[in-house]
């Protein structure tokens, strides 16, 4: 029973903010965001693996935030523009829990299990992201920056699933606000993109209960292979779809003529990828010594799911 409601509720969560992104004024688009949240709160309370006190945290955070957000859009207005979307931006930043506004976001997926993880990260920024692009400024530009070049350095040192992947997460948030630059629509599409990675993940380690990359030992070979060319394509290495989409982001900004932003982009994407090809080359290292991995069968799901990773080469030609 408890099952049947949790699938409803997903549902509606879905259909809320699929709504939402089909509206063009900002308080029913404000409508819908609240409404999922209160949505998703319901499924935080279900989840059995999440700390109750999670929803609490989460609620309250972003209840203040669109308080804020509401009142900020309905006092501000006629030469005051600039300045209510600037701060109209920065709720939006906020929501979104990259940085400097990442405390709330690091401290409730430590919390959270791997199906709440992936909604936080993923469903449940797709209407802040479209307020974003709404109301889009050089704040959040700087912004963007910092969140491409913090996390750089804040996963390097890490150990734990859930923070490397919270990191993860920050990186690519930057990389959607980058690509509002050429295109008010191209975010979506890098989110959605994104968000079909963090889901064979999250489905995986969620499956072996994973909290560390120590925890990998004993994977069976096709869930180790995946999650392997999952973390490649996050990092962006070629040929996979991280590569190609980062290539496309970067493009579009050097389009708009910002050559030093997009040189120190590449820079410190380069401390990402060694982020992330440390910790892969552990996991497999892991995963080798494994006796399972000398059985290896690689399933037709685990077949399309491969392809579907570097199918972006593809595309490219």
Same mark, same amino acid.
């Given at each position: 029973?408890?099952? *049947?409601? /949790?699938?409803?509720?997903?549902?509606?969560?879905? =259909?809320?903010?699929?709504?939402?992104?089909?509206?063009?004024?900002?308080?029913?688009?404000?409508?819908?965001?609240?409404?999922?949240?209160?949505? *998703?709160?319901?499924? !935080?309370?279900?989840?059995?693996?999440?700390?109750?006190?999670?929803?609490? /945290?989460?609620?309250?955070?972003?209840?203040?935030?669109?308080?804020?957000?509401?009142?900020?859009?309905?006092?501000?207005?006629?030469?005051?523009?600039?300045?209510?979307? &600037?701060?109209?931006?920065?709720?939006?930043?906020?929501?979104?829990?990259?940085?400097?506004?990442?405390?709330?976001?690091?401290?409730?997926? =430590?919390?959270?299990?791997?199906?709440?993880?992936?909604?936080? #990260?993923?469903?449940?920024?797709?209407?802040?992201?479209?307020?974003?692009?709404?109301?889009?400024?050089? =704040?959040? *530009?700087?912004?963007?920056?910092?969140?491409?070049?913090?996390? $750089?350095?804040?996963?390097?040192?890490?150990?734990?699933? /859930?923070?490397?992947?919270?990191?993860? $997460?920050? *990186?690519?948030?930057?990389?959607?606000?980058?690509?509002?630059?050429?295109?008010?629509?191209?975010?979506?599409?890098?989110?959605?993109?994104?968000?079909?990675?963090?889901?064979?993940?999250? %489905?995986?380690?969620?499956?072996?209960?994973?909290?560390?990359?120590?925890?990998?030992?004993?994977?069976?070979?096709?869930?180790?292979?995946?999650?392997?060319? !999952?973390?490649?394509?996050?990092?962006?290495?070629?040929? +996979?779809?991280?590569?190609?989409?980062?290539?496309?982001?970067? +493009? #579009?900004?050097?389009? /708009?003529?910002?050559?030093?932003? #997009? %040189? %120190?982009?590449? !820079? &410190?994407?380069?401390?990402?990828?060694? &982020?992330?090809?440390?910790?892969?080359?552990?996991?497999?290292?892991?995963?080798?010594?494994?006796?399972?991995? @000398?059985?290896?069968?690689?399933?037709?799901?685990?077949?399309?799911?491969? @392809?579907? =990773?570097?199918? %972006?080469?593809?595309?490219? +030609?």
């Amino acid at each position: 029973m408890q099952l *049947f409601f /949790k699938s409803n509720l997903m549902i509606t969560l879905l =259909m809320l903010i699929l709504a939402g992104t089909s509206m063009n004024n900002f308080l029913l688009i404000w409508v819908f965001m609240e409404m999922s949240t209160l949505v *998703f709160i319901f499924i !935080v309370s279900m989840d059995q693996y999440t700390l109750s006190s999670l929803s609490l /945290k989460y609620f309250i955070t972003q209840s203040f935030i669109s308080m804020v957000m509401v009142i900020t859009f309905l006092l501000f207005d006629g030469e005051a523009i600039m300045l209510k979307e &600037m701060i109209l931006s920065g709720l939006s930043l906020w929501k979104l829990g990259v940085p400097p506004f990442q405390n709330w976001f690091m401290n409730l997926i =430590m919390d959270a299990s791997w199906h709440v993880f992936f909604l936080i #990260s993923t469903v449940m920024k797709v209407i802040p992201f479209l307020i974003l692009s709404m109301f889009f400024s050089y =704040m959040a *530009f700087t912004i963007a920056t910092l969140s491409v070049l913090a996390p $750089s350095f804040m996963g390097a040192s890490q150990i734990c699933m /859930k923070k490397i992947m919270g990191v993860s $997460s920050m *990186f690519t948030s930057g990389w959607v606000i980058f690509s509002m630059i050429s295109s008010k629509s191209d975010w979506l599409i890098i989110l959605l993109l994104y968000s079909l990675m963090l889901l064979v993940f999250c %489905a995986n380690v969620s499956a072996e209960s994973m909290s560390t990359l120590d925890n990998s030992f004993g994977l069976s070979s096709s869930d180790s292979l995946l999650m392997f060319f !999952v973390l490649l394509s996050l990092s962006g290495i070629p040929p +996979m779809s991280g590569f190609f989409m980062k290539i496309y982001i970067l +493009m #579009s900004v050097l389009s /708009k003529g910002y050559l030093a932003i #997009s %040189a %120190a982009i590449v !820079v &410190m994407s380069s401390f990402s990828v060694y &982020m992330y090809i440390k910790n892969t080359f552990k996991y497999m290292t892991l995963n080798i010594l494994s006796p399972s991995y @000398m059985n290896f069968k690689l399933n037709f799901i685990g077949w399309i799911i491969i @392809m579907n =990773m570097a199918s %972006a080469i593809i595309l490219y +030609m």
